[in-house]
C-alpha cells in the first residue's frame, strides 16, 4: 500500500490540502482581478528588468533570456499551490497583454511592484505559498543574472548583479 503524498503547503483559499498535486489549483479566487494581475506578471517583469543590460553594460545576451524562461518554467514543478497556479496563468495566456515595454525595466516601479505583492501575499496567501512565491521569483533574477556572458565562473555575479539582486531581495522581503 502506497503512503499518502503529504503536500508541502495549503492553497490560498484556505481548502485543505489536497491528496495530490494539482496542475493548476483554483487560488485565484482568494485574489481580485489586480491582484492576480500583479502576481502574474511580476515574474516576467523581473525577468526583463534582470535581463535589462546595466548601464554601460555589455548586453546580457540570449542565454540570460533563456535562462529566466526556464526559471519561470521551473515553478510548474514547485510544491506552492500559488506558483504553480501562477505559471499555468502564465502559460494559459494568449491574447499577448503584457505590460508596457517602457516600464518593464525601470527599476523604481519594478521594486514597487515587489512591495505591492508582498502587500498582497501578507493578506491572502498561506505563508508557505507567500516564501515559495517570492523565492521563486528572486531565483528567476538570478537565473538570468548568472547566465550572462562574462559573469563570474562557477554561476557568480558581478557587483552589479548582487547590488541588482539584493535590492529585489530586499523588495521581495527575502532579507
Avoid at 494539482?22 to 526583463?48: F, M
Amino acid at each position: 500500500m502506497l503512503a499518502p503524498e503529504v503536500p508541502m503547503s495549503h492553497s490560498v483559499a484556505g481548502e485543505p490540502p489536497s491528496a495530490g498535486r494539482r496542475a493548476a489549483p483554483l487560488t485565484t479566487a482568494a485574489y481580485s482581478a489586480a491582484e492576480w494581475d500583479l502576481l502574474t506578471g511580476l515574474p516576467g517583469r523581473v525577468l526583463v528588468a534582470a535581463a535589462a543590460p546595466d548601464p554601460g553594460g555589455p548586453s546580457r545576451g540570449v542565454a540570460a533570456g533563456l535562462a529566466g524562461l526556464d526559471a519561470v518554467a521551473a515553478g510548474r514543478a514547485s510544491d506552492s499551490d500559488l506558483v504553480r497556479a501562477v505559471v499555468a496563468a502564465i502559460y494559459a495566456r494568449h491574447d499577448g497583454a503584457t505590460a508596457p515595454t517602457d516600464r518593464l525595466t525601470d527599476l523604481v516601479d519594478l521594486l514597487a511592484a515587489c512591495r505591492a505583492t508582498v502587500r498582497v501575499l501578507r493578506r491572502r496567501a498561506d505563508p508557505a505559498d507567500s516564501a515559495a512565491y517570492r523565492q521563486w521569483v528572486q531565483s528567476v533574477a538570478a537565473r538570468v543574472r548568472r547566465a550572462t556572458p562574462g559573469a563570474p565562473a562557477g554561476g557568480g555575479v558581478t557587483p552589479a548583479d548582487r547590488r541588482f539582486l539584493d535590492r529585489l531581495g530586499g523588495a521581495l522581503g527575502l532579507g
